[in-house]
C-alpha cells in the first residue's frame, strides 16, 4: 500500500527489514546499540561487523533519540538506530511520546545524511512490547506530519512489516488517518 504524503509517499510492505533497497533503514536498537534480538540482531548479522564497530563508537543511545551508522554490508547505505520505550515500564502516553520521538529523531537524522528513501520495522511492537494497535497509529502519523512539514530530501518513508498480521494493522490504520 502506497499513499502520497506532501511532496513524498508513504509505503507499507511485508518483508525483512534486513533487504531493503534503500538508502537507509532503521533499527529499533537498545540503549547499548551493542546488537540484540529481534530486528537488531538480525540488522547486526546481515550488516557485518562494522555495525558494531560503529556503534561502539556512539556511546549508546537514549530512548527516543537517533543515532547514524554504516550499512555495512547491507543494501542500505545507512543504518539508524533509535531506541524506542518499553512498554511495560512506561505505558500510556509517556511510551507513545518516546515512540512519536524515535520515529521523529530518526527522520531528522535520515534527512541530516541527505537520506531519500528510509525503511522503517514496527519500532518496540516485539520484545518491548507496544501492542501493535496502538503503537502503528503513532509511527504512522508521525511519519506523516514530519513529511507534510518537511519536503527536502526524503522522497519515500517505508513501513517494513515482518508479518502479514502486522502489515495489516499498519494498513488498517493507514486507512484510517488518509480519510
Known amino acids: ?12 510492505v511485508e518483508g525483512d527489514i534486513t533487504q531493503q533497497d534503500a538508502d537507509a533503514i532503521v533499527n529499533a536498537a537498545n540503549p547499548s546499540l551493542l546488537g540484540g534480538g529481534g530486528v537488531d540482531g538480525a540488522i547486526h548479522r546481515a550488516g557485518g561487523p562494522q555495525i558494531l564497530a560503529d556503534c561502539r563508537r556512539l556511546g549508546g543511545c537514549a ?17 539508524i538506530h533509535t531506541v524506542g520505550p518499553v512498554y511495560p515500564h512506561e505505558g500510556g502516553q509517556r511510551a507513545a511520546a518516546h515512540l512519536s520521538s524515535a520515529y521523529r529523531r530518526s527522520l531528522e537524522v535520515a534527512a541530516e545524511h541527505g537520506v531519500r528513501s528510509l525503511a522503517f520495522p514496527s519500532i ?56
Open 124 to 179: 518496540s511492537t516485539g520484545a518491548y512490547g507496544f501492542p501493535i494497535e496502538k503503537a502503528a497509529p503513532v509511527a504512522l502519523q508521525t511519519a506523516m506530519e514530519y513529511m507534510q512539514a518537511h519536503h527536502e530530501p526524503l522522497r519515500l518513508v517505508r513501513f517494513v512489516l515482518y508479518s502479514r498480521h502486522d502489515y495489516e494493522v499498519y494498513r488498517s490504520a493507514l486507512e484510517k488517518l488518509s480519510e
Open 1 to 12: 500500500m502506497r499513499v502520497r504524503v506532501g511532496q513524498g509517499e508513504l509505503e507499507l
Open 63 to 79: 530512548t527516543g533519540d537517533a543515532k547514524i551508522t554504516t550499512g555495512g554490508r547491507l543494501k542500505a547505505r545507512y543504518v
